[in-house]
Structures are given as structure tokens and as C-alpha cells.
């Protein structure tokens, strides 16, 4: 069975601030990986993902993620965030061999003036 | 062109009622899935169909919630003998292939009271 864990619920940040969102998985088999996010009142739409290659992937808005292997991990980052990134952001993990796809609790990060 | 589209989006029942929920994907999308969303939950996973089948089955949480796609479209998610805990928001997410983004409709709003 697979499992996401988000820890962090809530991230609240200045302005202009690099930002990291972590998101742990649980596998005994590989796995893709995604990040989505939902800004208020709109639906989930895909802000990176994670097939094979690079372990740096880059996405929409600025934001980046890092496959860690031995750590199964793939925490969001990004260098300088923007009042607009204020959202909900959601990590997802798939086993490759099905189309299940498991999200995690979700990060909502708060970002201030 | 069109999305994923989700009827009705608003619905409240009495305790003990069933209700249906109705996902039309994108034309196209053999991967259909179910998520309920309740506040801090996250995204749970419910089920997930390929064509007209349901590998996975493993997310519905009673026997009292069943899943139905024909034609490679559309699909039902039946709750029977609804309980005030089945109160969330249930959102549908069609795509080509997990590899491919998931394209969430706007969600049907279950309200038991």
C-alpha cells in the first residue's frame, strides 16, 4: 500500500520568502510523484510532476520540486513567493504499475504582505 | 472545450436516504477517479476506474458506497443509507493516464442532515 504524508498543515510566510512544503511517501514499489494546488474557491490543477529523470523537476509559477529517493521525499520549494501563492497544495504519489493515485492531507500556505 | 462536469453540486438528503452523484469526464479520458474532500481530510481516495473497470476498489469506505462507469464515460457513485459522517465534498478527476494531469470537475457538495 502506498501513503502520503504532508506535515505540515499550515505554512505561513512573508512575502518574497523561499518557501519549502514537505511531502514524504510510503512505497514497496517506485512511484511517480505530483504536486497539485488549489487556490481558494477553484478547483486542483497539476503544478509539477516526477516520472524518471532528473530528480529536479520544474513547474508552473516558479516552483520546483526534489525526488529524493532514500529519503522518499519530494518537498516543493520555491525561492520568492508572491501573495498569489496563497493555496493549498497537495502531494500525490502512484505506484507505476496501476493508475491509483493517493494524495496527502494537503499544505495550506498563508502568504502575508 | 468542455471538463469535467459534476451533477448536481449541491445536494442535501436526510439521514438514511441514498443518494447518486453523476461524473461526465472529457471526452476521451479512459482514467476516471473519486475523491471525497472533507475540511482537513485532504483528499481521500475512493475509487478509480480504467475503461469501464474498477481495479481498485480498496478507498470506498463502506459497502454502503458502490461505483459505476459504462460506455468508458460516464460514471455514478451511489451512497445508500446515508449517514451524517457521509457529509464532504466529492470530486471527480478524469484523465488520459495517470502521466497525464488529472483534470478535476467542480465537485458535488453531500450534505446529511
Known amino acids: 500500500a502506498q501513503s502520503v504524508t504532508q506535515l505540515d498543515s499550515q505554512v505561513p510566510v512573508f512575502e518574497e520568502a523561499p518557501v519549502e512544503l514537505r511531502c514524504n511517501y510510503s512505497?514497496?514499489?517506485?512511484?511517480?510523484l505530483f504536486w497539485y494546488v488549489q487556490y481558494p474557491n477553484q478547483g486542483l490543477q497539476l503544478l509539477l510532476k516526477?516520472?524518471?529523470?532528473?530528480?529536479l523537476v520544474k513547474g508552473i509559477n516558479g516552483f520546483e520540486a526534489e525526488f529524493n529517493k532514500s529519503q522518499t521525499s519530494f518537498h516543493l520549494r520555491k525561492p520568492s513567493v508572491h501573495i498569489s501563492d496563497t493555496a493549498e497544495y497537495f502531494c500525490a504519489v502512484s505506484p507505476i504499475n496501476t493508475d491509483k493515485l493517493i494524495f496527502g492531507t494537503g499544505t495550506r500556505l498563508q502568504v502575508f504582505p | 472545450g468542455a471538463g469535467v462536469s459534476q451533477s448536481p453540486s449541491n445536494k442535501v438528503t436526510e439521514k438514511g436516504k441514498d443518494v447518486e452523484l453523476r461524473c461526465d469526464p472529457i471526452s476521451g479520458h479512459t482514467a476516471l477517479y473519486w475523491y471525497r474532500q472533507s475540511l482537513g481530510q485532504g483528499l481521500e481516495f475512493l475509487i478509480y476506474?480504467?475503461?469501464?473497470?474498477?481495479?481498485?476498489k480498496s478507498g470506498l469506505p463502506s459497502d454502503r458506497f458502490s461505483a459505476e462507469r459504462t460506455g468508458g464515460s460516464v460514471s455514478t457513485l451511489t451512497i445508500q443509507r446515508t449517514q451524517q459522517e457521509d457529509s464532504a465534498v466529492y470530486l471527480c478527476?478524469?484523465?488520459?493516464?495517470?502521466?497525464?494531469?488529472?483534470?478535476f470537475g467542480n465537485g458535488t457538495r453531500l450534505t446529511v442532515t
Open positions: 512505497s514497496s514499489v517506485s512511484v511517480y
Open positions: 478527476a478524469s484523465s488520459l493516464g495517470r502521466e497525464s494531469p488529472l483534470h
Open positions: 516526477y516520472l524518471s529523470g532528473s530528480t
Open positions: 476506474f480504467q475503461g469501464n473497470s474498477a481495479p481498485d
